[in-house]
């Protein structure tokens, strides 16, 4: 299956994203960006530290504001600012590193609030929604408890299940595992490998190569504010193009 | 008994202890009001606050709540409830309880204000960008997800600004108002014993301040007890 023919679900062009740093110097962290995302993507992003990856994931549901060029999601350029962003960021989950959990809600209520207050379901729609997520991320029997019970792994299981509670069309996963003791890593990668199969668009910053390689249908690498090469899994790894990419996969091994 | 006839002299004979006791109420009244206006007027200057350090929206306004913070933080309460009556409502005949709910309320809020922008500042931005990427707008981010924490973390401050608010509504005496402190004074003037009637108030001010210590100090357990 070719993706060119469809319609991309996200379409970044030109994008570009500078920082002020503390003397006032303007520092680009993203420089000039075009790449597409389309439905049922499954996208890894890898690559060095400070090579912008968490800034461009950011970028796609402007948690940062992009200083230039475009990104149309379902065909809205989202970066316009009379967009009503609140609205696509619905559409579009977030996960993020240190799983960002409301402490003061318990799991079924931070699954709920959002369908609740946003999308306007009934209590009892939105905990039977939530209650097939929980199954699904194999934790219905914590529904009455509070984040701060939880362990890393099922903090981000539950991030997870919130994100998907607004049944959104694309999810961001901004360094999920990173932050998880390595015992814990294995629960989070399982879920994430089932909503791959169930055909979840997803697009991962992630510095876990071997699941990028097993889950990935692109992986995307970036370095020095840019994507330097796009390819399939296989490929992406055997035959590498570029060289700061193979200088990055033999540091890997 | 000397202390039998000064108890009787100072607080039975002549219905003195009225004095104390419609004073108390004046004092508990003004507490009541100010805080209620404090909180609600603090909240709006801390939002404002906020807002325009975290968005850099709102300078104009931002400017005014600074001024205001810093004006109010910087002059002696007492000089405030002179002005408020003396200055402001000089040409205007307002009973003087609302003159001191209005003074001891705007001098609240702008502590309160502080307390609450450090209580909103003290959550992980994470809890922003949560709320944000599940598609809540600002408002509805610091309304559901941000203000619950924040004014948990300052529960305990809060509560000592109102402590602090009810001792320091005994300077209510200067524009003549009938407050505990005040009424305690009459009482002395009037019976040349000092004593008996300015202990009594100081008990009367420790033993509300005491009631209301242990109200914030149960609210507070039982926040905590909502999440662990």
Request: hydrophobic share 45%.
């Amino acid at each position: 299956m070719t993706t060119e023919q469809r319609k991309p679900l996200i379409e970044v062009k030109h994008l570009c994203k500078s920082f002020k740093d503390a003397q006032g110097n303007m520092e680009e962290v993203l420089e000039d960006i075009s790449v597409d995302f389309y439905e049922g993507d499954v996208a890894f992003i890898v690559g060095p530290s400070g090579a912008g990856k968490s800034t461009f994931l950011r970028c796609l549901n402007r948690l940062e504001d992009a200083t230039g060029g475009q990104i149309f999601f379902e065909g809205v350029n989202i970066l316009d600012n009379k967009v009503d962003i609140d609205r696509h960021r619905q559409k579009m989950g977030m996960v993020f590193q240190q799983f960002n959990l409301f402490p003061h809600l318990c799991v079924m209520d931070n699954l709920t609030i959002g369908p609740v207050k946003l999308q306007g379901l009934t209590k009892d729609q939105a905990e039977e929604r939530a209650m097939k997520l929980l199954e699904r991320v194999k934790l219905a029997d914590r529904a009455r408890s509070y984040p701060n019970q939880l362990s890393g792994g099922q903090k981000q299981r539950i991030a997870i299940a919130r994100s998907l509670c607004m049944e959104p069309d694309v999810m961001l996963f901004d360094e999920p595992t990173s932050a998880l003791d390595p015992e814990m890593v294995g629960e989070v990668l399982e879920v994430m490998r089932e909503l791959a199969n169930d055909k979840m668009t997803m697009i991962v910053v992630t510095h876990e190569m071997a699941f990028a390689r097993e889950v990935a249908n692109r992986i995307l690498f970036m370095a020095d504010r840019q994507i330097l090469e796009e390819n399939d899994p296989v490929n992406f790894f055997e035959n590498p193009k570029n060289e700061r990419l193979k200088a990055f996969l033999d540091k890997m091994i | 008994m000397r202390i039998r006839e000064d108890f009787y002299l100072n607080f039975i004979k002549d219905d003195r202890y009225m004095y104390l006791l419609s004073g108390l109420v004046n004092t508990l009244l003004i507490t009541i009001v100010a805080v209620v206006v404090g909180i609600l007027l603090g909240f709006l200057l801390a939002y404002v606050r906020t807002t325009h350090d975290k968005t850099g929206k709102w300078k104009i306004a931002n400017a005014f709540c600074q001024l205001y913070i810093t004006v109010i933080r910087g002059t002696p309460m007492v000089l405030q409830l002179l002005i408020v009556y003396f200055v402001i409502f000089a040409s205007v005949n307002v009973p003087k309880i609302i003159v001191a709910f209005i003074a001891f309320g705007l001098n609240s809020a702008a502590y309160v204000a502080e307390i609450i922008r450090a209580g909103i500042m003290s959550i992980d931005k994470g809890q922003s960008e949560a709320g944000a990427s599940l598609g809540f707008s600002y408002t509805q981010t610091m309304l559901y997800f941000i203000l619950p924490q924040a004014i948990k973390n300052v529960l305990p401050a809060l509560g000592n600004e109102m402590i602090v608010l009810l001792k320091e509504t005994s300077v209510a005496g200067y524009i003549a108002m009938n407050d505990l402190t005040r009424g305690a004074d009459i009482i002395r003037s009037q019976t040349y014993s000092a004593f008996m009637p300015l202990l009594m108030a100081a008990a009367i001010y420790l033993f509300f301040v005491m009631i209301f210590d242990s109200l914030v100090k149960k609210l507070e357990r039982n926040l905590k007890n909502s999440d662990h």
